[in-house]
């Protein structure tokens, strides 16, 4: 028998809810007067009137039915109680309980929300509509999507349900574009039909209107390759070429061949400068439909290209968007500063990794780049051959990374393929659940996984029944699939050819709580690893259980390192090294605070990375390093040898009041962390560019208190 709810959708019935709230009505009188035998029969009734009216029955017919009931056993009092019940959730129910937190984002007095995301500018009026709309999905995953456990644990912080603000519509989180097919093989957007470029410029405008519209269709991160732009370079040296001995046969000239194919390059590269340009700019004033640029991230890899000539070609493309980004980008004021986007990732591969190889110019260009703008970071295709199955690909967005997965040919697939939304267990607080007894730890854990996964299901069944048509770019135009009009991707999303992702935060306060010592210690390491791999098995469990394919992620977490820190404190007060601060540390990472030479940080967590099979990154934090490039040479090859995924964390701050070019501090005032110039005293944050990565991703817009302590806190590692 079914009930048909206030919003029009229909339930099956369920009596336990009409005993509870007879119940409640009962026990607020001065004197029950009904019995629990009593009301169940009530209940039991209701039941059988409801079936004997063979159709669904309205929740108020049913509450009607109820007051009766209650009166025919001569209960008045607990009557007039269940009324004043029922006219109070009527209240709440008119009550739109987004309000208040819609109106202090208009008015921009919401410092939790004005710290939310790094990258966001939330006195914008894109930004402000995007957490407007946030807001009402949010309240309606709360109230209507979402199980009761899954969102009273996400309230105290045990679990974190990632971008709840998006969760109402059927989105996925981050992917890889398949900017190849599209470039070759044509495809439309806002319903124009684009074809195979005929030059790298046009290929490169193209690429950032793909960019644009892909942006405003997911919520996470995207990224794509240079490789597959490098085929175009070709394109356009031939169709230079051919213009240039137009040029010269009018002319009459008697230049030579070798002469031709000398301007004809130079033009090539001028092509190349403005291509590159177009992507670096584009990307950076772009504004999507949630309120900010395109989270993207550049793939530039040498050994995806096809033959030696595309090969150098694309290192032609990867030199000129080193260059150009080592440059930076004007402001407002014509200051030069660090841009958070596009992400650049770097591939370290045999021949650009020694100072014989032939592309070792590009790892030089590359590390002066990462001193001025924090930016590429390093892939060690050594160490992800190892980890992947011989297969070296791009993270999607900062570092959720895909699982092997062949295609019907036995062909490795990456490219189109996505992720379909994370959630994050917080394991300080199972450690703090359990009292340090470790029997009791790992029942927690087992707990709250399996809560981690029901709250994962949610996601994957919110993704499930999903039209193409909701987003024609992905599903249909080639970005990720091209499937046929009102054909469901249901198909993408087993299998394994998406991922589906656990999250973890605080395994050093985790560890630290339980063993008194830091997961560095070889002493508690292996305890560390230990809960690492039992992540790692209840994944493979559940994608056993549902062809969906699990794996752990090191969450890039910003302003959930404050929410879970409140929390803990909250419910366990302060605890030296453990909740003493306004922050718990991503993932595996060796806690901020603790002494550490970057050789030995990036050795360390190596060994946690590789169990990360869902994507994680590590860094080291440096100081100005514009003059010891071979310092950071030395870093980079450590890299390349040890670990998988890593970047350098430098400082190019800027103040437009004095004109200082440098490190912009964190100082304290008034109880409050605030950044201060360290030349003119400057403290006013419209007057201050910084940039700082965070989560793995360049952040310019200010942090919450808690990051800001995590970031003022932070020790050199070189």
């Given at each position: ?5 206030r ?27 009904l ?8 209940a ?24 009766d ?24 129910r ?5 309000d ?37 999905s ?21 679990i974190?349900f ?18 190849e ?43 794509i ?5 490098a085929p ?9 070429l ?7 046969k ?33 990307v ?40 150009q980004?080592?440059?930076g980008v ?28 032939k ?15 924090m930016?590429?970071?390093?892939i ?51 450690a ?8 009791r730890?790992w ?8 809560l ?26 080639g970005?990720?699939?091209r ?26 306060e ?11 210690d070889?002493?508690?390491t ?34 959930t390192?404050y ?32 002494p ?5 940080k ?17 860094y ?10 071979p ?6 090859k ?25 490190e ?12 201060e110039c ?6 006013d ?5 910084v ?17 800001t ?10």
């Amino acid at each position: 028998m079914r009930i048909i709810k206030r919003n029009g959708s229909e339930v099956e019935f369920d009596g336990g809810k009409i005993v509870a709230a007879v119940t409640k009505a009962n026990n607020a009188a001065i004197k029950p007067m009904l019995t629990k035998e009593e009301i169940e029969e009530i209940a039991d009734y209701i039941e059988y009137k409801c079936t004997k009216m063979n159709r669904s029955v309205s929740v108020e017919e049913i509450q009607d039915m109820v007051e009766d009931q209650i009166m025919a056993k001569g209960a008045f009092d607990i009557a007039r109680l269940y009324v004043r019940y029922r006219f109070t959730r009527s209240l709440v129910r008119k009550s739109n309980t987004t309000d208040e937190r819609i109106l202090s984002l208009i008015e921009c007095n919401n410092e939790e929300v004005l710290q939310e995301n790094s990258n966001k500018d939330p006195i914008v009026n894109s930004v402000q509509r995007d957490y407007m709309a946030g807001e009402v999905s949010k309240d309606i995953s709360r109230r209507l999507l979402l199980p009761a456990d899954v969102v009273e644990a996400d309230k105290e912080g045990i679990i974190h349900f990632h971008d709840a603000d998006y969760f109402a519509q059927h989105m996925h989180n981050c992917d890889l574009i398949n900017l190849e097919d599209m470039l070759q093989n044509g495809t439309v957007i806002s319903e124009t039909l684009i074809e195979k470029p005929h030059s790298f410029s046009t290929a490169c405008n193209i690429a950032t209107q793909i960019i644009a519209q892909v942006a405003s269709n997911q919520y996470g991160g995207q990224s794509i390759s240079l490789a597959h732009l490098a085929p175009f370079v070709q394109v356009s040296r031939e169709k230079i070429l051919a213009d240039v001995e137009q040029e010269a046969k009018e002319l009459g000239s008697t230049a030579t061949e070798e002469k031709i194919k000398e301007v004809a390059e130079k033009r090539l590269l001028k092509e190349i400068e403005k291509g590159v340009q177009t992507i670096q700019y584009q990307v950076i004033t772009l504004m999507t439909t949630n309120g900010q640029a395109p989270f993207l991230t550049i793939f530039m890899y040498l050994n995806e290209a096809k033959d030696e000539r595309e090969k150098k070609d694309l290192a032609l493309i990867m030199e000129e968007m080193l260059r150009q980004r080592r440059e930076g980008v004007k402001n407002e004021t014509g200051a030069v500063i660090t841009p958070a986007f596009p992400k650049l990732i770097y591939v370290l591969e045999e021949d650009n990794i020694n100072e014989a190889g032939k592309y070792f110019y590009l790892t030089e260009l590359a590390a002066k780049c990462t001193v001025k703008r924090m930016v590429p970071d390093y892939i060690s295709e050594k160490k992800m051959k190892e980890l992947k199955e011989g297969n070296c690909f791009p993270v999607m967005g900062c570092r959720s990374a895909l699982n092997p997965w062949k295609d019907e040919n036995g062909n490795y697939k990456f490219y189109g393929r996505f992720n379909q939304g994370v959630v994050t267990i917080n394991l300080v607080d199972a450690a703090l659940s359990s009292g340090g007894d470790y029997n009791r730890f790992w029942e927690i854990m087992d707990e709250r996984l399996e809560l981690c996964k029901k709250a994962l299901m949610c996601r994957h069944n919110r993704l499930k029944g999903t039209v193409s048509d909701c987003a024609p770019i992905l599903w249909q135009f080639g970005a990720l699939a091209r499937l046929k009009k009102g054909e469901k991707i249901d198909k993408l999303l087993y299998g394994g050819y998406s991922t589906i992702s656990l999250g973890y935060a605080g395994l050093c306060e985790c560890v630290k709580y339980m063993t008194g010592k830091s997961h560095t210690d070889p002493k508690a390491t292996p305890f560390a690893l230990r809960i690492m791999k039992h992540m790692n098995e209840a994944c493979a469990r559940w994608t056993e259980e549902t062809n969906i394919f699990f794996s752990i992620y090191g969450s890039p977490i910003e302003s959930t390192t404050y929410k879970f820190a409140k929390c803990l404190q909250r419910r366990f007060g302060i605890i030296k090294g453990v909740t003493d601060k306004k922050y718990i540390t991503n993932s595996y990472h060796v806690h901020v605070t603790e002494p550490i030479d970057a050789f030995s940080k990036l050795k360390f967590e190596s060994g946690f990375q590789a169990l990360s099979t869902g994507g994680a990154v590590s860094y080291v934090e440096v100081p100005n390093m514009e003059n010891n490039i071979p310092a950071v040479i030395s870093v980079i090859k450590f890299i390349y040898e040890n670990i998988m995924y890593a970047e350098l964390n430098t400082k190019s701050d800027y103040c437009q009041k004095c004109g200082y070019s440098g490190e912009i501090k964190i100082i304290e005032d008034d109880g409050k962390l605030i950044w201060e110039c360290p030349n003119c005293r400057n403290t006013d944050q419209d007057t201050l560019n910084v940039a700082r990565r965070t989560c793995g991703y360049i952040g310019t817009q200010f942090w919450n208190q808690g990051r800001t302590e995590e970031i003022k806190e932070r020790v050199l590692h070189l």
